[in-house]
């Protein structure tokens, strides 16, 4: 299981962002299907959980290969809304801002007529964050990453929370001159002379 910048196919990357017609999807088709203009048609199978019907129509002859390997079969599903620290949403100060977006969303996919056998068979794309993918998972894939997930999970509660509130309870009783409030906020220090240094220090020898 590996990480990816970018998904290999276009649809995967888009998916997540588009959503499934319902009212399509109670009347349309069991089969897909692709005629040329010179009167050739190649019809598969449309899967009930696919979000779109890749039809088309009155394509040139010469592309009918490489409209069969286009077409796919994609299904979204969520992931959960968190605040992305992101350089790309810098203010004027070029300091990096922060935007809301979805870890962990991503789509079922299947291209049937894939060059890469793999992607005949549905599987998983996951997205992590941005434009870092996890490809190509089978079911037991994406089982061992809900483990892998729970995990760290079950990490972030019960040793870093704790070891955060330490830290933070260490800090307070150390640096009189932060003040440490409860929703998480550090005051500043009023100035540079509240910033008193401690110990010594000695210069060394020119």
């Avoid at 010179?38 to 290969?65: C, F, H, M």
Wanted: hydrophobic residues 35%; proline residues 8%; charged residues 25%.
């Amino acid at each position: 299981m590996t990480i990816a910048s970018t998904v290999a196919r276009p649809v995967a990357a888009a998916s997540p962002t588009r959503q499934p017609s319902m009212a399509g999807a109670l009347i349309r088709s069991s089969t897909w299907s692709i005629s040329t203009r010179n009167g050739i048609t190649v019809a598969g199978y449309l899967p009930s959980w696919a979000a779109e019907d890749p039809s088309k129509a009155d394509v040139l002859p010469q592309r009918l290969l490489t409209e069969l390997i286009d077409v796919a079969h994609w299904s979204p599903f969520d992931g959960q809304p968190v605040r992305i620290h992101n350089p790309a949403h810098a203010d004027d100060d070029n300091r990096a801002g922060e935007a809301e977006d979805s870890v962990f969303s991503g789509n079922i996919t299947c291209y049937p007529h894939s060059e890469d056998i793999r992607e005949r068979t549905p599987y998983a794309d996951v997205r992590v964050v941005g434009d870092l993918w996890i490809n190509h998972l089978t079911p037991a894939d994406v089982v061992t990453l809900a483990a892998k997930l729970r995990s760290q999970a079950d990490y972030f509660e019960k040793d870093v929370a704790p070891a955060l509130e330490r830290a933070r309870s260490d800090w307070a009783a150390h640096r009189p001159d932060h003040e440490v409030s409860g929703s998480g906020d550090t005051a500043e220090p009023r100035s540079l002379d509240d910033m008193t240094p401690t110990g010594s220090w000695q210069a060394a020898d020119a």
